[in-house]
């Protein structure tokens, strides 16, 4: 097989595939770091529709929904899991909750304009 060949996945290596990754990010206001994750497809397009479909007045709403789904724990579970948890997210500072809303974004590699329902 020459170099410019490219090998043929089969099913077996799509699946077996590490491919949801996990993002270190540091946040010195809370003087530590916090780890965001790639969604799997099936969560990823559940989230991309729910987000979406807030009406403009709800549409603040995303950015809570979108970190819920991304922060995990050391073992890769959610860490915010209950509303109770969701609603006490809601009293940390906005720039560094905006600034991880970002990094998320990005992550998805999904667009700016997702974060207010506007695309994916």
Same mark, same amino acid.
């Given at each position: 097989?020459?170099? &410019?060949?490219?090998?043929?996945?089969?099913? $077996? &290596? #799509?699946?077996?595939?590490? &491919?949801?990754? #996990?993002?270190? #990010? $540091?946040? *010195?206001?809370?003087?530590?770091?916090?780890?965001?994750?790639?969604? *799997?497809?099936? $969560?990823?397009?559940?989230?991309?529709? +729910? @987000?979406?479909?807030?009406?403009?007045? !709800?549409?603040? $709403?995303?950015?809570? @929904?979108?970190?819920?789904?991304?922060?995990?724990? %050391?073992? %890769?579970?959610? @860490?915010?899991? =209950?509303?109770? !948890?969701? #609603?006490?997210?809601? =009293?940390?500072? +906005?720039?560094?909750?905006?600034?991880?809303?970002?990094?998320?974004?990005?992550?998805?590699?999904? %667009?700016? &304009?997702?974060? =207010? %329902?506007?695309?994916?």
């Amino acid at each position: 097989m020459s170099e &410019d060949a490219k090998k043929q996945l089969s099913a $077996e &290596d #799509i699946l077996a595939a590490e &491919d949801l990754e #996990i993002r270190e #990010i $540091e946040v *010195p206001e809370w003087k530590g770091s916090v780890r965001l994750r790639v969604l *799997p497809a099936d $969560e990823g397009l559940t989230l991309s529709a +729910q @987000m979406a479909a807030l009406d403009k007045e !709800h549409q603040s $709403e995303s950015l809570f @929904m979108l970190l819920g789904a991304c922060l995990v724990n %050391g073992d %890769g579970k959610r @860490m915010f899991t =209950t509303e109770e !948890h969701l #609603i006490k997210l809601r =009293t940390r500072s +906005q720039k560094v909750l905006l600034r991880l809303q970002r990094e998320a974004l990005k992550l998805q590699g999904w %667009g700016e &304009d997702a974060a =207010t %329902g506007k695309g994916v």
